[in-house]
Structures are given as structure tokens and as C-alpha cells.
């Protein structure tokens, strides 16, 4: 997966990298959870919502998300646009209104995991959304389990004792079984998609461009992946200006870069940071973006040279025992320990770092016992529990 700030090249570096994984003779798709689909225009090429081959060994997909939402969403909007009837708005609001948010990207994920699980790619190649719509996405699987859990039941139960009543009286119609049905379909897909992304053999690639702004970015998105559970495995600075010329212009700039970029090597090690060149044209076509994604990958260490490998990166989540205690090791690079804060609420962990919160449901083993301290140490928070059964 890429992602990154608007605009720093993660649709060249995925392009790019499936480019590469093709040449190297795996079968690779690449595809897109942006509803803005540049893709194709990346490859130079037409491609349609199926696989399309763009060459050997490579297939581009652009989702076509309108065709999967008339299939899973259609329940539940259409029970929307009721209540938003019975309640005078009018339809044509009402059709705006059940737009939902994210719905596009949602969808294109639930491709991916097709895409993954049907063992027809050796490299799925994932062209993601800008840094902010991304993380909502990545959260959304996990934190509708709090919701599936707690109140969805009560909720269903609730409106199954309550319809016959409310819908005479009020004139609201209660949602039917379907409704719930579908909202429960969706949360069962989602929560295949995170399994598919947080596999041991799936990372996340952060994409930036040596500027201080966005190097900022790329650190707090660091953390957030991590926070969730996602593996990074690689930092890619793209449009770095080649060496200084003769104009002061460009000594500035390559000067204002090699200070960022000696930056970027110190906070984000041990993942490797790999340069693209800021390159004379636009890496349009294949032939552009397999120089571009040569050029990308000639960075690698001599011992992990492929670029479809998984790189580095720590383990998201481990537990280890001491003598008298279990820790719960969560990887949470560049997490700032005064922007955080950790909560039990029964057998889950509210973990909160910097405005990102994650409801972490424990493992079996640390369910029932208490907390006895937290530290984050290095790049990782060790939450400790007592040995004993309370
Ligand atoms: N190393 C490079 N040298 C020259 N041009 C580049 C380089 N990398 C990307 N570009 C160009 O910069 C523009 C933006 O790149 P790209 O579309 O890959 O960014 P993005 O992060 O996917 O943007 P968005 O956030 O809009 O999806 C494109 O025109 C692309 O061809
Ligand atoms: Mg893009």
C-alpha cells in the first residue's frame, strides 16, 4: 500500500513498483482506494473496472465502486431514504444526504481483499488515498467492532420489539431485518479487509517529498499506521533534486533537501529511506515508470533486493512473559509520550496518541488481568499485566 500527502507521488510509486514486480516476472495488479482514479493515466493507458492487462505480467484495476454499492449498500440506504421521508426532507436532499462519506474508498478496499484472497496475483500493488482519508479507512474495521459488539444487539432488539408499535404511532418506519443484516454483512467484509492488510506479508509503503511540511506529516502518519496495527517497511523520498548545477536556484534547494532528507534518515531508521530523483519529465508510461521504479529500488541493501519483499519494520503487536508479569508490546514509532493516553474499559484498551484513538480488543490471555504499568520504550509502548488471575 502508498500513501502520503496529496500529491507526493504515491500513485507514481505504486505504478512504479508494480511496473518492477511485473519485470521481475510476478503477476501483479495494481489498483486504487482513490476515488480520484489516476492510474490509468499514470500507465498512459485505458483500463476498465476488471483487471486489465497493460503489459506483461501487469494488470491495472479501476474500481468500479458505484457498481459494487448498488450491491451492499442499497438495504441500508434505501432504509435511510425512508426515515428521511417520513421526516419531510426533501428526496432530492435526501439522495445527498446518503452519500456517504468514504463509501467509495470503503468499497474499492473490499476489492482489494477479493483481489488478494483470490490467489490469482502474486503482487496486489495498492494506489491509496491521501494520508488523512487512508487512516479513517484503516481505523474504520476495528472501531465498528465496538459498535457491532455493544450496541448493535441491543439496538436490533430494541427495533424488533418496537416496530409494530412505533411504526403506527410515530409514522417512522423502523428498520427492517435486512438493514440489519446488511450493516452486519459489511462488518464481516471489513473485518476480512484487515486481516488482509495487516497479514505479515502486507505493508505500507509512506511516500514523501524532502520538505519540511510534509516530512512533519509523514511522522505523525508513521505513528497513526502503527497505532492501528498496520506494518510500514519503507520510506520513499521522491523528487529529489539531483546534484547541485550552477544556479543559485537550485543550490538552494538541493542544499534545503540534503538537510531534510539527513532528517528523514535519523527519525525514520531502522526503516530504510529509499530517493527517487526528481526526474526531467513527468514518469508517464511504462517505460518511464520502470526507470523511475529502477532508480527507486537501486537504494535497496545488497541482502533484501526485492522490492516486493517485505522490507523492515517492526512487529505491529507482540506478548512475551517475564517471571511475574506478561507484556503487551505495541510498535508505536515517533509516538510522543505527552500525547497519549491509555484506558482499560473492560477486556479492550483505549489507546489514544495524538487525536488518533484505537480500541484494542485484548488477547484471551490478557483479558482478565490487571494493568500493572506502561512504558514506551524506543519505538514501542510495553503495557505490562499481572501474572496472576485476579
Ligand atoms: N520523481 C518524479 N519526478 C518528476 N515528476 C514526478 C515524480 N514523481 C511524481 N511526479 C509527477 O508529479 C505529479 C504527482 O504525482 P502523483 O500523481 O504520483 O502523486 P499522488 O501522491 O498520487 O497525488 P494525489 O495525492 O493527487 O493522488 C504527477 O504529475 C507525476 O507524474
Ligand atoms: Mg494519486
Redesign the pocket.
Known sequence: MFT?K????????AAGTATAAAARGYKTLVLST?A?H?LAD?FAQEAGGDPTEVGPNLYVQQVDTQRTFERTWVEIRSYLLSVLDSVGVDPIEAEELTVLPGAEEVLALLEVRDQVRSGRWDVVVV?CA?TAETLRLLALPEALNWYMDRVFPAERRLVRALRPVLGKVAGVPMPRDKVFDAVERLHAELAAVRLVLTDPGASVRL?LTPEAVVVAEARRTLTSLALYGYRTDAVIA??VFPQAGADEWRRGWVAAQAAVLAEVEASFAPLPVLC????AC???GPAQLGA?ADELYSGLPADTPDPCAVLAGAEPMTVRHTEDSYVLSLALPLADKREMDLRRKGDELVLTVAGHRRQLALPALLARRAIIGANLVGDRLDIGFARDLP
Open positions: 502520503g496529496g500529491g507526493v507521488g504515491k500513485t507514481t510509486a482513490d480520484a489516476s499514470a494506489d491521501p511516500v521522491n523528487r527517487s530523483p526528481y526526474r513527468e514518469p508517464v523511475f
